[in-house]
């Protein structure tokens, strides 16, 4: 399960009873806060630090213990990798030696990556616990990010053949689970469906 990206009016209460349904990980995706936000963010559901992955501030599995951090081509390109004869991979955040990625000199128990097409996932310069692939269908949560794998054959040829584990991302619903699990995806994640229907609940008994 993925966070929403915006603050809303008491998430973290929200959070809590959305985890109830037992998801494998929650992805923390705020991309506008800054380090201190997201130390208060994470400060308020301890519970589930074992469970949360972060997608900025790598710095904080460190001090709270959290259960990984994802990656996208942006994190990539502050990446020091070990062909790169340059003091500076000593003060870089992230650095990769043979394939596998550490945070400040500390590796982290899981590495995942948000990809958004074949290639970018045959060409991962280091190794993940899973792959995120999106969109897969028209997005509930960004308007006009429409599916950029229609052609179920190929799509599904794909997921047979690579190695990597993935998972479908964009558009997921409980009416496209069975689809996602019979085009060979290794699991789902969801966003736009679970946080529309809390938008929806609102609304409803306003």
């Known amino acids: 399960m993925f966070t929403y990206p915006e603050t809303l009016p008491h998430e973290t209460l929200l959070i809590k009873n959305l985890m109830v349904d037992d998801w494998d990980f929650l992805h923390v995706r705020k991309p506008d806060y800054d380090i201190n936000e997201m130390i208060n963010f994470l ?3 301890p519970e589930f630090h074992h469970k949360i992955v972060l997608h900025s501030h790598y710095e904080l599995i460190k001090k709270f213990d959290l259960a990984g951090i994802n990656l996208n081509r942006k994190a990539l390109a502050n990446i020091c990798f070990e062909d790169e004869l340059t ?5 870089r ?5 043979k394939g596998r990625l550490s945070v400040l000199g500390s590796r982290p128990d899981l590495i995942s990556y948000s990809a958004h097409s074949f290639s970018e996932v045959l060409n991962l310069p280091l190794d993940t616990d899973y792959v ?5 269908f028209d997005s509930f949560s960004k308007e006009n990010y ?3 794998f ?5 799509l599904k040829s794909f997921l047979k053949d690579v ?10 619903n409980e009416d496209r689970v069975k689809l ?4 060979g995806f290794d699991g789902y994640a969801v966003l736009g469906d679970i946080w529309n229907r809390y938008f929806t609940f609102v609304e409803t008994i306003q």
């Open 93 to 97: 955040e992230l650095s990769v030696d």
């Open 132 to 136: 995120f692939l999106s969109p897969i």
């Open 43 to 45: 400060e308020l559901i």
């Open 146 to 148: 429409q599916s950029a």
């Open 180 to 183: 996602c699990k019979n085009l």
């Open 163 to 172: 190695d990597d584990k993935i998972i479908a991302l964009g558009g997921i």
């Open 87 to 91: 003091s500076s991979c000593d003060i």
């Open 150 to 154: 229609e052609d179920h054959d190929i």
